[in-house]
């Protein structure tokens, strides 16, 4: 079975702290993403990347950065964090193919107080 | 570009009773659907997809969803829930590019 491990389930940090959210996938997928997760507004991503030092933007990137630097892990940098950045955080990965479907990990909620 | 809609926000159904949740989207070339489901305090699994070929998918668990290329539809139906289908599911939606773009989620709640 495909592991999407993220490294924290739980996540307490202060506004302007830089934070860091680290996704590590075991199945050589290409393709890996960060969502965020908020009530009523379903999933919407921040960035992609197909390919290691590769990267694009999501819907909704600003305030975020990313950085993959080997192909099995993929980090989210919140450069500044706000308050408005408490959400839940969701890693996927997938493989270079449309059809296939993206496997997820179980989330970091992250509270910004 | 693609968009979802899934046009109920929440669901509540008693125990054994048929479910159908809907997904309506919008595409200007061929799609691939899906469905994911998140139990609490986890992340979303997958529960059934559509490709190509038989219009009715079936998951291992007794959902189906029939794709509906007329009408721009993916609805999951069960025609008896389990108290361990609660759940908020989510349906989405691939146009040939990597990106999946997901509906705001429906949550289903089993009363006893």
């Known amino acids: 079975d495909v592991k999407v491990t993220q490294s924290s389930r739980y996540l307490v940090k202060r506004t302007g702290e830089k934070v860091f959210l680290e996704c590590v996938q075991d199945m050589d997928h290409e393709n890996m993403f960060w969502y965020r997760q908020d009530p009523g507004l379903g999933l919407r991503l921040i960035y992609f990347?197909?390919?290691?030092?590769?990267?694009e933007k999501g819907d909704i990137p600003e305030g975020y950065s990313v950085s993959r630097e080997k192909k099995e892990r993929f980090s989210l940098i919140l450069e500044s964090a706000s308050t408005n950045q408490t959400s839940m955080y969701l890693c996927?990965?997938?493989?270079?193919?449309?059809?296939?479907?993206?496997?997820f990990g179980d989330g970091t909620r992250l509270s910004i107080l | 570009a693609q968009s979802v809609t899934q046009l109920d926000s929440q669901v509540p159904v008693f125990e054994e009773a048929p479910v159908e949740l809907r997904c309506n989207y919008s595409s200007s070339v061929s799609v691939y659907l899906f469905w994911y489901v998140q139990y609490p305090n986890q992340g979303l699994q997958l529960l059934l997809k559509?490709?190509?070929?038989?219009?009715l998918v079936e998951s291992i668990n007794g959902f189906e969803a029939e794709f509906n290329k007329s009408q721009t539809s993916f609805h999951l139906r069960k025609p008896s829930v389990h108290i361990s289908d609660t759940a908020e599911y989510f349906c989405?939606?691939?146009?040939?590019?990597?990106?999946?773009?997901f509906g705001q989620g429906t949550r289903l709640t089993i009363n006893p």
């Open positions: 996927a990965s997938s493989l270079l193919v449309p059809s296939q479907p993206q496997h």
């Open positions: 990347s197909y390919d290691v030092k590769m990267k």
């Open positions: 989405a939606v691939s146009g040939g590019a990597q990106k999946l773009v």
């Open positions: 559509y490709l190509s070929g038989s219009t």
